[in-house]
């Protein structure tokens, strides 16, 4: 699914918003039991992935040390 920001709420608001519904797409890929376990890591890494192209997008206007500590958790 691609990002999607809305037109009522804060750019900001909606940037941290897509990177929490990635991270729990992730999680619960990693949770699945539906599919086996390399498809669920494929499909983990893949909303990984999105985040960080996310976080690389805005990251010019993070300020350093919180754009450091984003890259180190991602």
Do not use: Q
Request: aromatic share 4%.
């Amino acid at each position: 699914m691609a990002f999607a920001l809305t037109n009522s709420e804060p750019a900001t608001t909606g940037i941290v918003r897509v990177l929490a519904e990635e991270m729990e797409n992730a999680k619960a890929h990693l949770n699945a039991d539906n599919t086996n376990y390399d498809e669920r890591i494929h499909e983990c890494r893949k909303h990984l992935k999105k985040s960080r192209s996310l976080l690389r997008a805005v990251s010019p206007k993070l300020p350093p040390r919180m754009r450091k500590k984003a890259f180190v958790i991602l």
